[in-house]
């Protein structure tokens, strides 16, 4: 069973930038497509990010312009590089792969958004 796990969130103030890491126990090649989604309390899950092997690249509506998702094959890593946080970004970031109809997340990492 595939693990993902997830690192670097943390408390970051209005505007600042954090790069969050997903590491996978297995290629990354090996997945369809893999993503960052977000949860903060009392809300549903949401997409953050989400790129394919087939060259899809998909931002949800609230963050399109302020983060980049990326990967590096050798690391079996993927990131989300996020930038001019805001308050409302605050939650529980979790990395998702998708391969055919299983899906794998990770644990999740917090990201705090306060000054």
């Known amino acids: 069973q595939v693990q993902l796990v997830e690192s670097g969130g943390g408390l970051v103030q209005p505007g600042g930038s954090l790069r969050l890491s997903c590491v996978a126990s297995?290629?990354?090649?090996?997945?369809?497509?893999m993503g960052w989604y977000r949860q903060a309390p009392g809300q549903q899950r949401e997409l953050v990010a989400r790129w394919t092997w087939g060259g899809m690249i998909n931002y949800g509506d609230s963050v399109k312009g302020r983060v980049t998702i990326s990967r590096d094959n050798a690391k079996n890593t993927v990131y989300l590089q996020m930038n001019s946080l805001k308050p409302e970004d605050a939650a529980v970031y979790y990395c998702?792969?998708?391969?055919?109809?299983?899906?794998?997340w990770g644990q999740g990492t917090q990201v705090t958004v306060s000054s």
């Open positions: 998702k792969g998708e391969a055919g109809n299983l899906s794998s």
């Open positions: 297995r290629g990354i090649f090996s997945f369809d497509a």
